[in-house]
């Protein structure tokens, strides 16, 4: 499996930003698809998470309301819209997949089988 996000960037605070994460794996509708960050120094945190038919989403409080996951079954790809971006999301983004996740672990970095090469995002304030 194989997980391709697209180029994160640098945004000004309030403004907007679109990930995307690309997977080279069948039956993707079986899989959980999670976006996680990285800021220096600190750990590996969740942001959103979504099972495989797209019907439940999962998010962390500090993405409530700014950020919305979404997936397309029919082109393998999951997407993270970012809007009202504050200068503490600025981190590197990763994409994580892992089958069949049950809705209580959505939250768990160690739930996920695969991950991303992380994509820099920097909101400037």
């Known amino acids: 499996v194989q997980l391709q996000a697209s180029e994160g960037g640098l945004v000004q605070a309030g403004g907007s930003l679109r990930l995307s994460c690309a997977a080279s794996?069948?039956?993707?509708?079986?899989?959980?698809m999670g976006w996680f960050r990285q800021a220096p120094g600190k750990e590996r945190e969740f942001v959103a998470g979504?099972?495989?038919?797209?019907?439940?989403?999962v998010y962390a409080d500090s993405a409530k309301g700014r950020f919305t996951i979404s997936r397309d079954n029919a082109k393998n790809t999951v997407n993270l819209q970012m809007n009202s971006l504050r200068p503490e999301d600025t981190a590197v983004y990763y994409c994580?997949?892992?089958?069949?996740?049950?809705?209580?672990?959505?939250?768990?970095?160690?739930?996920?089988?695969?991950w991303g090469q992380g994509t820099l995002v920097t909101v400037s304030s």
């Open positions: 994580a997949a892992g089958r069949r996740i049950i809705l209580s672990r959505v939250r768990l970095t160690h739930a996920y089988d695969y």
């Open positions: 794996v069948s039956f993707f509708s079986t899989y959980t």
């Open positions: 979504i099972r495989g038919s797209g019907g439940s989403t």
